[in-house]
Nanobody
Framework: QVKLVESGGGLVQPGGSLRLSCAAS????????MGWYRQVPGKQRDMVAR???????NYADSVKGRFTISRDNAKNTVSLQMNSLKAEDAAVYLC???????????????WGQGTQVTVSS
């Protein structure tokens, strides 16, 4: 079984910073893409940032220059440094990882349960 656990959400004032972390554990052979998505009630889940195993990144236009995604391949973790937070960044942030559980099994996408980010004064 594979599990993704996020941490680091909370309440922050506009202009503030938060750092989200996600750890993957369980039966893991390799991890390809890891990423962060966000969702607000009644709206679709949107990609925030993604990073490949070799460190290539891409970001949603709305967070470019403010958010930075990073990963530690040895620890199977991915982090999201969020700076200059805005009210519109408030959402549940979910971690995603494309994981191959063994060399004989195709990769599948796994999701964490999400962590709430609230941006308010």
């Amino acid at each position: 079984q594979v599990k993704l656990v996020e941490s680091g959400g909370g309440l922050v004032q506009p202009g503030g910073s938060l750092r989200l972390s996600c750890a993957a554990s369980g039966s893991i052979f390799s991890i390809n893409v890891m990423g962060w998505y966000r969702q607000v009630p009644g709206k679709q889940r949107d990609m925030v940032a993604r990073i490949t195993s070799d460190g290539s990144t891409n970001y949603a236009d709305s967070v470019k220059g403010r958010f930075t995604i990073s990963r530690d391949n040895a620890k199977n973790t991915v982090s999201l440094q969020m700076n200059s937070l805005k009210a519109e960044d408030a959402a549940v942030y979910l971690c995603s990882a494309v994981i191959q559980r063994s060399s004989h099994i195709q990769s599948s996408e796994y999701w964490g349960q999400g962590t709430q980010v609230t941006v308010s004064s």
